[in-house]
């Protein structure tokens, strides 16, 4: 069946795997931990501890599986510790720099 459907069978896994994504994303409030970003398509899985490399090879994650994550977090009982939402920006920002530059601006204001 697949192979004589296979356009039908692709959009139905891209659905599947968008809709994990959004139950995932809801249970963790929609919204970037950081700066506040609401737009879906912005928005992603971080680890809080910085260990997700580690627990994307523990659960046999590829790099290219990028629901893995989100699959795991609804077959263990989402919403868990240890895990929060983050736009791409503030995400990248805290893996390559550390920190995120909002972190700095709050920082500013509150003692400005």
């Given at each position: 069946w697949y192979y004589r459907h296979q356009e039908k069978a692709q959009i139905a896994s891209n659905e599947r795997r968008r809709a994990i994504r959004r139950e995932v994303l809801a249970a963790y409030g929609n919204a970037c931990a950081c700066c506040g970003e609401t737009t879906p398509e912005f928005l992603s899985i971080d680890h809080v501890n910085a260990d997700g490399a580690a627990h994307r090879r523990a659960i046999g994650a590829s790099v290219k599986d990028t629901t893995a994550v989100f699959r795991w977090l609804k077959k263990n009982n989402f919403p868990r510790d240890g895990f929060r939402i983050l736009c791409f920006n503030?995400?990248?920002?805290?893996?390559?720099?550390?920190?995120?530059?909002?972190?700095?601006?709050?920082?500013a204001e509150k003692t400005g």
């Open positions: 503030c995400h990248l920002a805290r893996s390559f720099w550390g920190s995120c530059p909002h972190e700095a601006i709050r920082a």
